[in-house]
């Protein structure tokens, strides 16, 4: 059935590596979307694409990377310049357009050790 | 910049009661506002939106009306459940923002039997 799909759902990293968060989805939605959620506060933008091959700094893109290279999927990559890199991560996706709603994933859960 | 004040919470209710959630925000031009609910250890589900002035949002028994004039957007529902204790989050989309949503910081709702 339709949907996002984020995997893993939870994921431990030692400090100094990389690690690759997933969003896959069959919506064929254009647009794709990374927020980082901490506790008690909102969801910040991370990185958007809008279409394949094209992506967007968000609020604070700053030890984060992410790719566009099939409409379907859209990873985020946390690397080691991340100072704080602890938190849960969501993925989204929307038509594109003004006023269309986004869509979000279940979320993945980082914890640095 | 835009930007969306709600409500802080915890916000406490026992079942059946009224529930209001102030939201107000600042934008140029006319947005596209929307309410997310979240609940624990999941992602954001769309609860319901509204495009244009005056527009009343609806869904589930909640509601929440498009007011230009006062840049507001308040989240009702007259008899609340149990089962709505989660996270509400007030978002919008502004005009001109490359479709890009912004959010509240999210308010907590917890309803005793």
């Known amino acids: 059935d339709g949907g996002i799909t984020q995997s893993p759902k939870y994921l431990f990293r030692k400090e100094g590596q990389n690690v690759t968060l997933s969003c896959e989805q069959n919506l064929n939605h254009d647009a794709m979307y990374w927020y980082r959620q901490d506790p008690g506060q909102g969801l910040r933008l991370i990185y958007y694409?809008?279409?394949?091959?094209?992506?967007q700094k968000g609020d604070i893109a700053e030890g984060y990377s992410v790719s566009r290279e099939k409409k379907e999927s859209f990873p985020l990559t946390v690397t080691s310049a991340q100072k704080n890199p602890t938190a849960f991560y969501l993925c989204?996706?929307?038509?594109?357009?003004?006023?269309?709603?986004?869509?979000f994933g279940p979320g993945t859960r980082l914890t640095v050790l | 910049g835009d930007s969306v004040t709600q409500m802080e919470g915890p916000v406490t209710l026992s079942e059946e009661a009224f529930l209001t959630i102030n939201c107000t925000y600042t934008a140029t031009g006319y947005p596209s506002l929307f309410w997310y609910v979240q609940y624990p250890g999941e992602g954001l589900q769309l609860l319901l939106k509204?495009?244009?002035?005056?527009d009343k949002g609806s869904n589930k028994g909640f509601e929440a009306t498009y007011r230009k004039e006062t840049t507001s957007f308040h989240l009702e529902k007259g008899s609340v459940q149990v089962s709505d204790s989660a996270v509400y989050f007030c978002a919008l989309i502004g005009r001109g923002s490359n479709y890009k949503l912004t959010f509240g910081k999210g308010t907590l709702l917890t309803v005793n039997p």
């Open positions: 694409s809008q279409i394949v091959n094209d992506f």
């Open positions: 989204a996706t929307a038509e594109r357009g003004a006023g269309n709603e986004q869509f």
């Open positions: 509204a495009t244009k002035a005056d």
